[in-house]
Nanobody, 121 residues
Framework: VQLQASGGGLVQAGGSLRISCAAS????????MGWFRQAPGKEREFVAA????????YYSDSVKGRFTILRDNTKNTVHLQMNRVKPEDTAVYYC???????????????WGQGTLVTVSS
């Protein structure tokens, strides 16, 4: 499974941005897709996850109500719609995929290269 993240960039606080992750290869092996982020000087943290079927979805408390993870069945793509962004959302965002449907916060098998999101105040 290969994952290609895209869509990062600079956005003003309060604005919106959508980042995407295209999966290719043996996508039939994927059970869960997730987004993680790592800010400078901090550890990588879980952001959101969705089962390959499109539901259910899960979010960290810091993004719940502002971010939405969406599964595009026609394109083997998962989007992260980021609304009402804050400067503390600034980070490199990584998409990841895992086999097996147990848990969604850890033990991912495949990782994308990351896309930088910068939120200006």
């Amino acid at each position: 499974v290969q994952l290609q993240a895209s869509g990062g960039g600079l956005v003003q606080a309060g604005g919106s941005l959508r980042i995407s992750c295209a999966a290719s290869g043996h996508t039939h092996a994927i059970d869960v897709m997730g987004w993680f982020r790592q800010a400078p000087g901090k550890e990588r943290e879980f952001v959101a996850a969705v089962y390959w079927s499109g539901n259910p979805t899960y979010y960290s408390d810091s993004v719940k109500g502002r971010f939405t993870i969406l599964r595009d069945n026609t394109k083997n793509t998962v989007h992260l719609q980021m609304n009402r962004v804050k400067p503390e959302d600034t980070a490199v965002y990584y998409c990841a995929a895992k086999r097996g449907g147990v848990g969604y916060r850890s033990l991912y098998d495949y990782w994308g290269q990351g896309t930088l999101v910068t939120v200006s105040s």
